[in-house]
Protein backbone atom coordinates (compact mmCIF):
# COMPACT_ATOMS: atom_id res chain seq x y z
CA UNK A 1 0.00 0.00 0.00
CA UNK A 2 2.86 2.32 0.88
CA UNK A 3 4.50 1.49 -2.39
CA UNK A 4 1.31 2.48 -4.98
CA UNK A 5 0.92 6.45 -2.20
CA UNK A 6 4.47 6.21 -3.18
CA UNK A 7 4.61 5.56 -6.59
CA UNK A 8 1.21 7.79 -7.36
CA UNK A 9 2.96 10.62 -5.14
CA UNK A 10 5.81 10.18 -7.92
CA UNK A 11 3.42 10.03 -10.81
CA UNK A 12 1.69 13.39 -9.80
CA UNK A 13 4.86 15.20 -9.01
CA UNK A 14 6.60 14.73 -12.36
CA UNK A 15 3.55 15.49 -13.89
CA UNK A 16 3.13 18.94 -11.90
CA UNK A 17 6.46 19.77 -12.51
CA UNK A 18 5.69 19.53 -16.28
CA UNK A 19 3.25 22.50 -16.92
CA UNK A 20 5.70 25.18 -18.33
CA UNK A 21 4.86 26.23 -21.97
CA UNK A 22 7.49 24.95 -24.17
CA UNK A 23 9.85 27.49 -26.02
CA UNK A 24 7.78 28.01 -29.24
CA UNK A 25 5.22 29.14 -27.14
CA UNK A 26 7.12 31.57 -25.14
CA UNK A 27 8.14 32.69 -28.53
CA UNK A 28 5.02 33.17 -29.83
CA UNK A 29 3.50 34.80 -26.94
CA UNK A 30 6.54 37.52 -26.59
CA UNK A 31 6.05 38.21 -30.43
CA UNK A 32 2.39 38.58 -30.08
CA UNK A 33 3.01 41.07 -27.46
CA UNK A 34 5.22 43.15 -29.45
CA UNK A 35 2.51 43.31 -31.96
CA UNK A 36 0.25 44.05 -29.59
CA UNK A 37 2.42 46.87 -28.43
CA UNK A 38 2.55 48.03 -31.78
CA UNK A 39 -1.16 47.78 -32.74
CA UNK A 40 -1.49 49.94 -28.99
CA UNK A 41 1.02 52.27 -30.64
CA UNK A 42 -0.65 52.50 -34.29
CA UNK A 43 -4.19 53.10 -32.50
CA UNK A 44 -2.59 56.29 -30.22
CA UNK A 45 -1.22 57.42 -33.03
CA UNK A 46 -4.66 57.46 -35.61
CA UNK A 47 -6.81 58.52 -32.62
CA UNK A 48 -4.32 61.89 -32.70
CA UNK A 49 -4.45 61.86 -36.75
CA UNK A 50 -8.26 62.11 -35.91
CA UNK A 51 -8.45 64.44 -33.60
CA UNK A 52 -6.05 66.92 -35.41
CA UNK A 53 -8.03 66.93 -38.57
CA UNK A 54 -11.05 67.88 -36.47
CA UNK A 55 -9.40 70.60 -35.45
CA UNK A 56 -8.33 71.41 -38.69
CA UNK A 57 -11.47 71.24 -40.23
CA UNK A 58 -13.05 73.35 -37.32
CA UNK A 59 -10.49 75.89 -38.13
CA UNK A 60 -11.49 76.31 -41.84
CA UNK A 61 -14.80 75.96 -41.56
CA UNK A 62 -14.95 78.24 -38.96
CA UNK A 63 -15.36 82.51 -40.13
CA UNK A 64 -14.03 85.18 -39.21
CA UNK A 65 -15.34 87.87 -37.35
CA UNK A 66 -16.58 90.91 -38.94
CA UNK A 67 -15.20 94.27 -37.67
CA UNK A 68 -17.68 97.21 -37.62
CA UNK A 69 -15.84 100.19 -38.57
CA UNK A 70 -17.30 103.42 -38.54
CA UNK A 71 -16.09 106.34 -40.69
CA UNK A 72 -15.78 108.89 -37.95
CA UNK A 73 -19.15 109.77 -37.60
CA UNK A 74 -21.42 108.77 -35.28
CA UNK A 75 -23.50 107.74 -38.03
CA UNK A 76 -24.07 103.48 -37.94
CA UNK A 77 -25.48 102.90 -41.18
CA UNK A 78 -22.29 103.06 -43.19
CA UNK A 79 -21.42 99.61 -44.56
CA UNK A 80 -19.02 97.37 -42.45
CA UNK A 81 -15.34 96.64 -43.78
CA UNK A 82 -14.56 93.05 -43.99
CA UNK A 83 -11.66 90.93 -43.71
CA UNK A 84 -11.05 88.63 -46.78
CA UNK A 85 -12.90 85.35 -46.16
CA UNK A 86 -10.04 83.11 -46.89
CA UNK A 87 -6.34 82.97 -47.05
CA UNK A 88 -5.33 81.16 -50.06
CA UNK A 89 -1.87 79.91 -48.43
CA UNK A 90 -0.60 76.52 -48.92
CA UNK A 91 0.37 74.98 -45.22
CA UNK A 92 3.40 72.67 -44.86
CA UNK A 93 1.81 69.39 -43.99
CA UNK A 94 3.22 68.43 -40.33
CA UNK A 95 4.06 64.68 -39.83
CA UNK A 96 5.66 63.10 -37.15
CA UNK A 97 8.31 64.62 -35.53
CA UNK A 98 12.05 62.19 -36.04
CA UNK A 99 12.20 62.35 -32.07
CA UNK A 100 8.54 60.85 -32.15
CA UNK A 101 9.15 58.29 -35.31
CA UNK A 102 12.55 57.25 -33.62
CA UNK A 103 10.60 56.59 -30.04
CA UNK A 104 7.79 54.15 -32.14
CA UNK A 105 10.44 52.20 -34.07
CA UNK A 106 13.34 52.03 -31.10
CA UNK A 107 10.35 50.63 -28.62
CA UNK A 108 9.22 48.07 -31.01
CA UNK A 109 12.17 47.23 -32.14
CA UNK A 110 13.94 46.72 -28.68
CA UNK A 111 10.70 44.68 -27.36
CA UNK A 112 11.41 41.84 -29.94
CA UNK A 113 15.24 42.20 -29.31
CA UNK A 114 14.12 42.22 -25.57
CA UNK A 115 12.01 38.93 -25.40
CA UNK A 116 14.68 36.99 -27.73
CA UNK A 117 17.76 37.66 -26.02
CA UNK A 118 16.63 36.96 -22.36
CA UNK A 119 15.23 33.33 -22.62
CA UNK A 120 14.48 33.07 -18.76
CA UNK A 121 11.45 35.50 -18.87
CA UNK A 122 10.59 36.86 -22.60
CA UNK A 123 8.16 39.20 -21.12
CA UNK A 124 10.56 40.99 -18.65
CA UNK A 125 12.72 40.88 -21.42
CA UNK A 126 10.78 42.47 -23.82
CA UNK A 127 9.18 45.28 -21.78
CA UNK A 128 13.10 46.45 -20.53
CA UNK A 129 13.46 46.32 -24.42
CA UNK A 130 10.27 48.31 -25.01
CA UNK A 131 11.99 50.91 -22.97
CA UNK A 132 15.40 51.19 -23.58
CA UNK A 133 14.75 51.39 -27.33
CA UNK A 134 12.43 54.05 -27.53
CA UNK A 135 14.63 56.01 -25.52
CA UNK A 136 17.60 55.31 -27.25
CA UNK A 137 15.35 55.98 -30.97
CA UNK A 138 13.90 59.53 -29.41
CA UNK A 139 17.58 60.14 -28.38
CA UNK A 140 18.44 60.00 -31.72
CA UNK A 141 15.43 61.22 -33.46
CA UNK A 142 16.07 64.18 -30.98
CA UNK A 143 19.72 64.72 -32.77
CA UNK A 144 18.23 64.25 -35.94
CA UNK A 145 14.95 67.17 -35.65
CA UNK A 146 18.36 69.82 -33.73
CA UNK A 147 20.30 69.58 -37.32
CA UNK A 148 17.41 69.81 -39.69
CA UNK A 149 16.56 72.88 -37.40
CA UNK A 150 19.36 73.80 -37.73
CA UNK A 151 19.85 73.95 -41.27
CA UNK A 152 16.67 75.56 -41.87
CA UNK A 153 17.83 78.80 -39.50
CA UNK A 154 20.97 78.73 -41.69
CA UNK A 155 18.80 78.65 -45.02
CA UNK A 156 16.81 81.57 -43.75
CA UNK A 157 19.36 83.83 -43.36
Keep these: MKQLFLSLATIVTLFACNNKPSQEEAIEAAKQEAVDSVNAVNEVKQRTIDSMKTVKNIRENSKPATVNHSNGNNDNSAPAAEAPATATTTEKKKGWSHTAKGAVV ?6 VTG ?21 AGAGIGAIVDHQKKKKEAAKQQ
Excluded: P
Aim: charged residues 15%.
Design 106 to 111: GAGTGA
Design 115 to 135: AIINKNDRVKGAVIGTVVGAG
